[in-house]
């Protein structure tokens, strides 16, 4: 499903920096909004490299902290390729999620588990699986092409605010047979056009979880999310946190191989 619609990246009491939209600003059309705003993904992150600290959270309250290194760049084909590697605990060291941005098509997902030494996959009737065991699926973290906006049908809602901050707010409703959610409901800061809440809805249409953007901060001119907590209606939580980003790294496609995976 949509990417921004669902980061890593992960993705409020929001005290978000950004110009004031002047009185004569026109209004975005759901169409460029859809463009603009949710094609991002949870985390948002594009390019560079930045360290990411996951907390998984039980309903129960145990913490399970991980470390994550992330990779991300366009290629000469203008395709997004970001590769996340765990570094921490010790038993996940090393593992690796790969995905590479298609024009006209869902993005192909990999996943590298050194104890397996086998790049795996994903296919799409897993997308909706846990990612490592956190409240992310795999399909959270996927890049909508444009080309599949048709398969969902998207109606603006009367505006609101989240967090003291006036929002435009869109449900989603997917139009595929299997899709993991049944709707999703965006509310898009009016002014930097960034998700900063994304309500998440089952087959049913029962709420089954809420991602809240914690924290925006400007990167390379764009406003990223670099605090973002999805949480359950289970009352579990996973928390992301965005740090020592740089948007300057040196990068080749040679960094997002299955090669590059299992280094």
């Known amino acids: 499903m949509l990417r921004r619609l669902r980061p890593l990246f992960l993705l409020l009491a929001v005290a978000a ?4 939209a002047g009185p ?16 991002k993904g949870a985390v948002g992150f594009k390019q560079g490299t930045a360290s990411i600290q996951m907390t998984i959270v039980t309903a129960k309250g145990d913490a399970k902290p991980r470390s994550l290194e992330i990779k991300a760049m366009r290629g000469v084909d203008g395709l997004l390729r970001s590769l996340v590697k765990f570094t921490t605990p010790a038993d996940v060291n090393g ?7 298609k024009k006209d098509a869902l993005p192909d ?3 590298y588990v ?13 997308a909706s699986s846990s990612f490592f065991g956190s409240d992310f699926t795999y399909a959270d973290l996927m890049p909508l092409p444009m080309s599949e906006k048709d398969k969902v049908a998207i109606a603006r809602l009367p505006d ?9 707010v869109l449900e989603v409703v997917p139009k595929i047979e299997g899709a993991p959610y049944g709707k999703l409901i965006a509310y898009v800061h009016k002014t930097l056009l960034v998700p900063l809440k994304i ?8 709420p089954l979880k809420t991602l809240r953007v914690k ?3 400007k990167v390379n001119g764009e406003q990223i999310p670099v605090e973002v907590e999805m949480k359950s209606e289970t009352g579990a939580r996973t928390e992301l946190v965005l740090e020592k980003v740089d948007p300057a790294a040196k990068l080749s496609e040679a960094d997002f191989t299955e090669e590059a995976m299992q280094r």
């Open 199 to 206: 309500e998440f809805f089952d087959g049913a249409k029962a």
């Open 160 to 168: 609101a605010d989240v967090g003291g901050q006036p929002v435009y």
């Open 24 to 39: 004569t600003a026109p209004e975005p059309t759901v169409e460029e909004l859809v463009q603009k705003a949710l094609s």
């Open 95 to 101: 593992t690796s999620f790969l995905v590479v941005e």
């Open 215 to 217: 924290k925006l901060q």
């Open 114 to 126: 050194p104890k397996a030494k086998v790049v795996r996959r994903i296919a799409a009737g897993n």
């Open 109 to 111: 997902q990999y996943v």
């Open 17 to 20: 920096p950004g110009a004031v």
